[in-house]
């Protein structure tokens, strides 16, 4: 359920594409720094559009560092960063997601890749756990709550794409501080987005497998594509209206690009690629 909140490359200007690489490099560096080199595994673009949102909003509270440095993925020419205070915090919650969701896929489907990657990962995420224990308890009781739904084969598709939404509300909420509403409000209605979009995307993939899904009997029924149109409009609505109330400045329009525009990259290249065969 990783890497849906991206941003609209073919939307931005030269400018806006290489201020997000900064922060994307940022997070990575960071990650590297506090976690080596197997943190930076963890990478994702969700984790650094809640570095750019937390960034904005406490733009101030902490110095930003800017500088240009080599890396292993870049080894011969120097790549521009940035980084402030919120990004350290972005850092250990991507240690912590990946643990937690790897831990997940071992105890529910006995995945070999999702033990390794447990094991790799178990010094990081306890340590992330120590500094950030109400995220990280978070984190494994909304993921806990929802494999006994999913084991249960429930498709009440709120209270399975809530328990993804509360736990993405844990993690939008950095200080519990008078912008939390907002906050929790951005993270829980784009967790719910996320987990249905993914379930969404890999609903064949699934019935091939004989594998759950949230959605197996909703696809069967009339309407089903126009109803979850509906749902992914209201759930980013919701996001945005949110996300206006917050004063964001810096990167405010990059931001914008990736809620109203990058989120839905995904769903636009599944309908392109169904539009023939319908």
Not at 4 to 23: F, G, M, S, W
Not at 122 to 145: E, G, K, V
Not at 221 to 250: H, K
Request: glycine share 6%.
């Amino acid at each position: 359920m990783f890497g849906y909140v991206i941003p609209n490359q073919a939307a931005l200007d030269d400018e806006a594409k290489a201020r997000y690489r900064t922060a994307y490099c940022g997070l990575c560096r960071r990650i590297g720094a506090l976690h080596g080199l197997r943190g930076r595994l963890t990478l994702s673009y969700d984790l650094t559009f809640l570095d750019l949102l937390l960034s904005s909003l406490y733009e101030g509270e902490s110095e930003c560092i800017t500088g240009s440095s080599h890396c292993p993925i870049h080894p011969i020419r120097k790549i521009n960063w940035r980084h402030s205070g919120p990004t350290d915090y972005c850092a250990d919650m991507s240690v912590a997601l990946h643990y937690y969701n790897a831990a997940d896929k071992w105890n529910d489907d006995h995945s070999l890749l999702g033990l390794g990657f447990e094991k790799l990962l178990d010094s990081p995420a306890q340590t992330a756990a120590q500094r950030w224990p109400r995220q990280c308890n978070a984190i494994r009781t909304c993921l806990d709550r929802l494999a006994q739904l999913e084991a249960a084969g429930s498709e009440d598709l709120d209270a399975v794409s809530g328990c993804f939404g509360e736990l993405m509300a844990e993690l939008f909420d950095y200080k519990q501080d008078h912008w939390s509403p907002e906050l929790r409000s951005i993270g829980f209605h784009l967790g719910k987005f996320i987990y249905l979009l993914d379930a969404y995307d890999d609903l064949a993939r699934d019935e091939k497998k004989s594998a759950y899904n949230p959605l197996r009997s909703l696809s069967r029924q009339p309407g089903y594509e126009e109803e979850m149109r509906d749902i992914f409009e209201l759930l980013l609505a919701r996001c945005a209206r949110s996300f206006e109330r917050l004063p964001c400045v810096e990167d405010a329009d990059l931001l914008r690009n990736i809620l109203y525009s990058g989120v839905w990259l995904k769903y636009n290249c599944k309908q392109a690629k169904e539009a023939p065969k319908k």
